[in-house]
């Protein structure tokens, strides 16, 4: 029948008071099944929640007709059962799979002129525990046209033991939800294209709506949305949030893609002359005359060739002259060569670029190793300690391939080398090296630098691949 959606399933849904009966949409229960109301049971009474028999029998009322015309429709209304019964034990049922349909340009009326009416010798009559009434507000009604109604004096009912059906050449059968409807449930004309139970949802189900349907939905969906990084995360990167990505070691950038590993292993590098050395020459002179491009690269520091190296200066000498007694005096070179020069800053206020060189036919998907040793070259009196930022970026586009920074180069009690750098994988040809200071100038930030170098890790071969 339609709007109705019981399941004979042999399991107690939600809508069934027992197992396929019961509720607004299944049939009524036989004695003994579980209930909530009377019209749950095919007895129509239901005590502590349980069907069963009346204390007192119902008389049988039966209802003749004088002959009630009605119309055959060309396509009559039919619905078929299994094993339509009206024992007490098996009340009539109607098979969901086959509901019944009204075609609405054709609906079965009956004629005003010949009603279908109770005979007087036997009025119908219930209980006065439980009487079943129609009121008159809400009549039970067929078409809206021609309504048929029963007096509110004589409500029609069936008994459980002869419930009432039609002749074989007028197949419409009704469940006993619709002969006995209640005030809260009015038997809705067939024409209807929604049925007052589909129209109207029980609090029940708007609360199960509510949970299961879209507050449900919402909070599964909170709870399985996963962060979204766009551009996504590369490199073995993970996105733990809205565009952020947690970077494996060696990797940083916003999406990992900046190669940040440090120096090669000492077994990785081989004793090979490195593609690129700079150790700024040697000489008898404590100022070297050689300009940065002599040795191919660029800085943004002004060159002194004589003492004294102020704020924003640099030299090359080769060996620390005395500058105001804050400086390690007469420590030379890394190098080692008599008279060798090594690269002085004394860094300004502002950051600026101690060194960009380039470096041309690099083999691609190689690593190398971009090196140099630096050292503080001011005594222990709690200054401003130099800080290197090492880059390297392509040379055409100047994207940024490998970032590392050194941390601080300590204050020494002797002046003291060591060795600071990065790694990386070629993805260019042709890159360039910078070396950029990473913190304020004034009070320290006093640097010496040697033996800048660019070498392959991990291979055994120079490194270097000549463009064709």
């Not at 709007?3 to 849904?13: F, H, Q």
């Not at 969901?96 to 075609?103: A, F, L, Q, S």
């Not at 809260?184 to 129209?199: G, I």
């Not at 916003?254 to 690129?276: H, M, N, R, Y």
Request: charged share 25%.
């Amino acid at each position: 029948m339609k709007g109705c959606d019981c399941r004979l399933n042999g399991k107690r849904n939600k809508k069934e008071t027992d197992i396929d009966c019961g509720g607004k949409k299944c049939p009524p229960c036989v004695n003994g099944k579980h209930c909530l109301v009377d019209r749950d049971c095919a007895s129509e009474f239901c005590k502590d929640g349980r069907c069963a028999q009346r204390a007192t029998r119902k008389p049988s009322v039966t209802a003749t007709t004088k002959a009630v015309k009605t119309t055959t429709a060309k396509k009559p209304i039919t619905t078929t059962t299994e094993e339509v019964t009206s024992t007490t034990e098996e009340p009539m049922t109607t098979t969901p799979e086959e509901p019944m349909t009204t075609t609405p340009e054709e609906p079965m009326t009956t004629t005003p002129e010949e009603p279908m009416t109770t005979t007087p010798e036997e009025p119908m009559t219930t209980t006065s525990e439980e009487p079943m009434t129609t009121t008159p507000e809400e009549p039970m009604t067929t078409t809206s046209e021609e309504p048929m109604t029963t007096t509110p004096e004589e409500p029609m009912t069936t008994t459980p033991e002869e419930p009432m059906t039609t002749t074989p050449e007028e197949p419409m059968t009704t469940t006993t939800e619709e002969v006995m409807s209640t005030p809260e449930e009015p038997m809705s004309t067939p024409d209807e294209s929604t049925t007052t139970e589909e129209m109207i949802a029980t609090p029940e189900e708007l609360i199960s709506v509510t949970t299961e349907e879209t507050f449900g939905a919402t909070m599964e969906e909170l709870i399985t949305a996963e962060p979204v990084c766009n551009p996504g995360c590369q490199n073995g990167g993970t996105c733990i949030a809205d565009s952020t990505c947690s970077c494996p070691a060696d990797f940083s950038g916003p999406t990992c893609e900046v190669q940040s590993a440090g120096l090669c292993v000492d077994k990785d590098t081989f004793d090979v002359e490195p593609i690129l050395k700079v150790t700024f020459g040697k000489g008898s002179r404590p100022f070297s005359i050689a300009s940065p491009s002599e040795f191919n690269f660029t800085t943004t520091y002004t060159q002194r060739r004589e003492p004294t190296i102020d704020d924003g200066y640099f030299a090359f000498i080769n060996s620390i002259y005395n500058h105001h007694d804050a400086w390690h005096t007469g420590a030379k070179d890394h190098t080692g060569d008599e008279g060798g020069y090594m690269y002085v800053v004394n860094a300004n206020f502002e950051p600026g670029q101690f060194y960009s060189g380039k470096v041309d036919n690099l083999c691609v998907g190689l690593r190398y190793e971009f090196s140099v040793y630096l050292a503080n070259i001011c005594k222990k009196a709690g200054r401003i300690d130099p800080n290197v930022l090492f880059e390297v970026r392509s040379a055409d586009g100047n994207e940024l391939l490998a970032q590392l920074n050194s941390g601080n180069v300590p204050e020494r009690d002797t002046l003291t080398w060591e060795k600071y750098g990065v790694s990386f994988i070629a993805t260019h040809s042709s890159v360039k090296l910078l070396m950029i200071s990473n913190t304020r100038g004034g009070s320290g930030n006093d640097i010496v630098i040697d033996d800048i170098a660019l070498r392959v890790c991990a291979h055994k071969g120079s490194g270097f691949c000549p463009s064709e």
